[in-house]
């Protein structure tokens, strides 16, 4: 954990808004889940998608991670990093012909979530060795737009169409390695972990899928965000999902690669977002907190109404009044929290948004032709990567580049 004046020393050094990021603790949530989960043909696949800073995924590739990747501009920078293809997927939704080929050509797994898309890999490639992402058909996750099962997303293959899809398998002669289902992020009840388990492995036998080599659980681990809020058991959790998994595969007939693809539980505590207050206004039923940073470059409480905690680094014991903490961008929606109770905040102070190291930085974007901040990742009490960001005049000189007149 980085303590509060070094978060500070970090924002007197590089400025803000930074993101800053705990390498280290990315590390230890990786290792201690072949504690959690003991089962000796674990693999971790680290969801690049939650964030992508190459320092971090250096450290995560030295400690022999994994990586789910989603389009092919995340697999060319996983393979450019160094990330052997045999530990990378490829798990694209509503993917193009194209965007197969060339997936397809740097020798990575793909996971076909769509009869569509399995009909044409039987026509078109007999003979590869594929993996099938199936809908687990269990509803759950931190809201609605994270929830990937049932009846109502775009995921996956239903379970219920699993005698057309081994007759395409068939058909062309396909090698099905391994079965996925993904059930949604942040997922509220561990039991739902259990059920997708459950409904994936019923259709993994060896009648329908002979040649299966792991099956793949997907992510969706929750973490804390609230100070309140109860961190799952993992060590629980995990020892039902070692059971479940060995009843599995004596069933099957021979003990197969279990596959997770956590992204929030190994990147989200370990990121903050330190921003400095610039402005306070009173109106008339509210105090405003206004900083240097705005919903582009930390969206989750705009998009899914998500509680990020702040403290209020420069002035810890303050009283505690209620704020709106706001953001520079010209929305009135821009704002981090809502009537929030924070210690008393006076211009110049800086704040540390919690919890943003997962969805924050890889989610931004440059609307209102704000830059996005630079990050630093820190591991044993330096700074071991740095990442620079952009000023605003290359920002406006990249986006005049590649206009064709
Ligand atoms: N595997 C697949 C196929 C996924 O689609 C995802 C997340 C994961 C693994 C990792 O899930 P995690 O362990 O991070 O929960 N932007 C949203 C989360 C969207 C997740 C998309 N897919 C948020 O900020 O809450």
New binding site residues.
């Given amino acids: 954990m980085l303590s509060d004046e070094f978060l500070l020393k970090l924002a007197g050094e590089y400025g803000t808004p930074l993101f800053v990021y705990d390498g280290d603790m990315v590390v230890e949530r990786y290792k201690a889940l072949f504690n959690y989960i003991p089962y000796p043909r674990l693999r971790i696949q680290y969801?690049l998608?939650?964030n992508y800073n190459p320092g971090l995924l250096g450290l995560l590739r030295n400690a022999g991670a994994g990586l789910?990747t989603?389009s092919p501009g995340e697999v060319e920078l996983a393979l450019r990093l160094g990330f052997p293809r045999e530990r990378i997927i490829y798990?694209a939704n509503n993917m193009t012909d194209a965007e197969f080929r060339a997936v397809r050509e740097t020798g990575v797994v793909m996971n076909i979530g769509s009869l569509s898309r399995l009909a044409k890999v039987a026509r078109e490639f007999p003979g590869s060795r594929i993996c099938l992402?199936f809908n687990p058909d269990v509803c759950d996750g931190?809201?609605a737009?994270?929830m990937?099962g049932g009846d109502l997303t775009k995921?996956g293959i239903l379970l219920d169409a699993v005698d057309e899809v081994c007759s395409l398998v068939r058909s062309g002669n396909l090698k099905v390695v391994g079965l996925?289902e993904?059930t949604?992020?942040?997922l509220q009840h561990t039991e739902s972990v259990f059920r997708s388990m459950e409904n994936l492995m019923r259709i993994a036998t060896p009648e329908n899928f002979p040649d299966l080599e792991f099956l793949d659980f997907?992510?969706?681990?929750k973490v804390p965000y609230k100070p309140d809020e109860k961190r799952v058991d993992y060590y629980a959790m995990g020892a039902e999902i070692v059971a479940r998994f060995n009843a599995f595969c004596r069933g099957y007939g021979r003990e197969l690669d279990m596959l997770f693809?956590?992204?929030?539980?190994?990147v989200a505590e370990c990121g903050h977002l330190l921003v400095e207050v610039n402005t306070i206004k009173h109106n008339r039923t509210r105090t405003i907190a206004g900083c240097n940073s705005g919903f582009p470059q930390l969206i989750?409480p705009v998009?899914?109404g998500?509680y990020h905690h702040i403290r209020n680094l420069s002035n810890p014991s303050g009283a505690p009044q209620l704020y709106d903490v706001c953001g520079n961008i010209c929305e009135t929606g821009d704002r981090f929290a809502e009537q929030r109770m924070l210690p008393e905040i006076r211009e110049y102070d800086i704040l540390s948004i919690e919890n943003a190291g997962?969805?924050c930085y890889s989610?931004g974007g440059v609307y209102n032709l704000r830059p996005m901040p630079p990050e630093v990742v820190v591991s044993n009490g330096r700074v071991i990567a740095r990442r620079r960001g952009l000023s605003n005049a290359q920002l406006a000189g990249m986006i005049l580049e590649e206009m064709e007149s």
Avoid: N
């Fill in positions: 969801a998608k939650a789910d989603v798990t992402r931190d809201s737009g994270t990937t995921f996925h993904h949604g992020s942040g997907g992510g969706g681990f693809e956590p992204g929030k539980y190994m989750r998009m899914y998500a997962a969805y989610m």
